[in-house]
């Protein structure tokens, strides 16, 4: 009998065009294959992060020319959620650069600031670190949609990248925040000098996820002067397509998210991972520290590709 990995590896070396042709069958089974969702993010709590996690333009432990700011204002949050969703955007991401959540005055603001960002309709996901089950719990009460909590790479490769806390962290704020009834969004980055094996690793790991992730961030490494990562190689572009088609073949309902790096990718790359599996990008011009591709260019792209904005999902 095979296992799973010998599955996962069995889908990505299939010759492209069968890995190609069974990713866009599953994903016209479950998906709009025209639509794509718009995210924005905002870093509403910048640097000065303790952990020291190697790809990070935020963490203490780089020097970097990013510089701290203090947790955001609830006005300056909404703000700018509400232009995010003028833009098109239906999903907003709040990211801090915390190690974890601590309850006070801070957490006070995060949960006013998703009381008032779910009272636009738009789905509202955030990233604040390590998470205890009550105050996951809190989250839900004040309307979060999700939380994003990355595994990023194969548990092998993960000390390599972070000493300051482990894997199992990691599932168990995942633990916590799907037990309080949040979507995760749980995803990886790729091209931190892993193997093709502990990128069909991490897959492995998100597929024994209870319940399995709704949204799988494919993060490519954007490499930050000052962080030890800074001089890695690039992806290889068609390692990334077929790591989108095995995820897409993976995760049939999940929301793939064509997430940081595509400042580096052509056009013609992103159509491929868009055929591939992926259905949602990041729009704005910054992702959280790094630059993104201009929402302008992006709503050029989904118009010649005869692609569209996937509306948000009537509320019942
Ligand atoms: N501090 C929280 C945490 O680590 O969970 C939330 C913020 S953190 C910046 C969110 C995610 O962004 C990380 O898990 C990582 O996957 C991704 N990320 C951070 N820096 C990146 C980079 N330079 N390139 C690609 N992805 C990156
Ligand atoms: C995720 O997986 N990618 C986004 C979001 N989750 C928070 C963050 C990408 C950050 C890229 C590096 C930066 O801009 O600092
Ligand atoms: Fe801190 Fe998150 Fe950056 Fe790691 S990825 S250093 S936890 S902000």
Redesign the pocket.
């Known amino acids: 009998m095979s296992t799973l990995i010998d599955r996962i590896t069995q889908i990505y070396t299939q010759p492209l065009p069968d890995l190609l042709f069974q990713a866009q069958q599953i994903h016209r089974q479950h998906h709009d294959p025209h639509a794509v969702q718009m995210c924005t993010l905002s870093n509403i709590k910048t640097g000065g ?1 303790p952990e020291d ?1 190697a ?4 963490s203490v432990h780089n020097q970097t020319d990013v510089s701290p700011e203090p947790l955001m204002s609830v006005e300056t949050v909404v703000a700018e959620a509400k232009a995010a969703k003028a833009g098109g955007a239906t999903r907003f991401c709040m ?4 190690r974890e959540v601590k309850d006070g005055p801070q957490f006070d603001r995060i949960l006013e600031i998703v009381r008032q960002v779910a009272e636009l309709e738009i789905e509202v996901c955030c ?3 390590m998470l205890k089950p009550h105050q996951a719990q809190r989250l839900k009460a004040a309307g979060l949609t999700a939380y ?3 595994l ?1 790479t194969s548990p092998n490769y993960y000390d390599k990248i972070i000493s300051t806390r482990t894997y199992q962290d990691r599932l168990e704020t995942i633990q916590a925040v799907s037990a309080a009834g949040i979507s995760v969004c749980c995803g990886g ?1 790729l091209g931190m000098g892993e193997t093709i094996q502990d990128r069909l690793e991490l897959l492995e790991a998100l597929s024994h996820l209870e319940p399995q992730p709704e949204s799988i961030p494919i ?1 490519c ?2 490499p ?1 002067a000052g962080t030890p990562l800074e001089k890695t190689a690039p992806v290889e572009p068609l390692e990334l397509v077929r790591m989108v088609a095995t995820t897409r073949i993976l995760f049939p309902k999940a929301m793939v998210r064509l997430s ?2 595509r400042m580096e990718m052509s056009d013609e790359l992103q159509t491929l991972c868009l055929l591939a599996g992926a259905n949602s990008i990041f729009t704005g011009a910054k992702l ?1 520290t ?1 630059p993104n591709p201009a929402r302008s260019h992006d709503e050029q792209l989904l118009d010649q590709l005869g692609m569209v904005p996937k509306p948000l999902r009537e509320r019942v």
């Open positions: 992060c996690c790809y990070c333009s935020q990211g801090a650069a915390w990233t604040l670190g994003n909590h990355n990023d980055i993060n490494l954007v930050v940081a790096g959280l790094t």
